[in-house]
């Protein structure tokens, strides 16, 4: 039949099933620690750029951002930081793997799952050991 | 000869075809954090827990320097798409969404405006 009008509406698709529908599984979880490590990196960049602004600014206001940092608080959002850069740059290479169409099977997901959260832990670790023994915190 | 608007015509099509562009820009700039995350992490290292001497003795080297803002306008890039999709993934009032995407793209540039500027200033600056 002809239109009734030139007006366009958008067609009611199907929507698929949502999250609490689905059993929990690793790839769930690396999906959205993904996206979260993500946001967090996003806002953290404001305490990079905040300390960089700080250290342009001058030797006061710097002392004032880096002792802020030195706290047992400030202590735990740069290994909090730190851990989410890693574990999502590592995330990434996950991906770059899965573009190129392989390692899409399910042992294959849950062997590089597995293998981000504990190389993403390990990585972290290591950086903070090295750093504490070579400024002697240790 | 139509009195509809173009906007009009458009609303209900779709995509605006643009996926595959930020497909491309978020794997390239991907591509760059990865090669330069061994470096901010080595950056990390070398000046957390210093004095400000050191950190600006670091970061006014000059491939400290460049590789920094490389890194800082790659990084833009990536976390503006990236924020993008979240938004757009959660946020479905189009008053909002817009206000939000604007504030994104702000809050990107702007990040990167001050980390810039500052590294320049601690290379440059007395």
Redesign the interface.
């Known amino acids: 039949m002809a239109e009734m009008s ?6 009611q698709r199907p929507l698929s099933p949502h999250l609490q529908v689905h059993r929990l599984h690793i790839n769930m979880v690396m999906s959205i620690l993904h ?1 979260i490590t ?2 967090v ?2 806002f953290g ?2 305490l ?3 300390w ?2 700080a ?2 600014a001058g ?1 006061d206001y ?2 004032f951002v ?1 002792g802020l940092f ?1 706290t047992w608080l400030g202590a735990i959002v ?1 290994i909090g930081y ?1 851990w989410a ?2 574990h999502h ?1 590592l995330g ?2 996950r ?2 793997v899965w ?1 190129t169409g392989s390692g899409l099977d399910i042992p294959t997901v849950d062997l590089m799952s597995w293998g981000t959260i504990i190389l993403s832990v390990i990585l972290t670790a290591g ?1 903070w050991v ?2 504490a023994a ?2 002697g ?1 240790l | 000869m139509t009195m509809i608007t173009p906007l009009k015509r458009a609303r209900g099509l779709g995509s605006a075809k643009e996926g595959a562009d930020h497909f491309v820009k978020q794997r390239l700039t991907a591509v760059a954090n990865l090669i330069l995350a061994p470096f901010l992490i080595w950056l990390i290292a070398s000046v957390a827990g210093t004095n400000l001497a050191n950190v600006k003795a670091t970061l006014s080297h000059p491939l400290v320097a460049t590789a920094f803002i490389v890194l800082v306008l790659s990084v833009a890039v990536h976390m503006r798409i990236g924020m993008q999709v979240v938004i757009e993934d959660y946020v479905h009032r189009d008053g909002v969404k817009m206000l939000l995407l604007l504030a994104n793209t702000l809050f990107a540039f702007g990040v990167a405006a001050t980390a810039i500027f500052a590294v320049l200033k601690l290379s440059f600056g007395a």
């Open positions: 030139s007006e366009r509406r958008p067609q996206r993500g946001v990196l996003y960049s404001l990079l750029a905040w960089m602004f250290a342009a030797p710097f002392a880096n030195a740069l730190s850069l890693i740059m990434g290479v991906h770059f573009d950086l090295y750093v070579e400024r915190w």
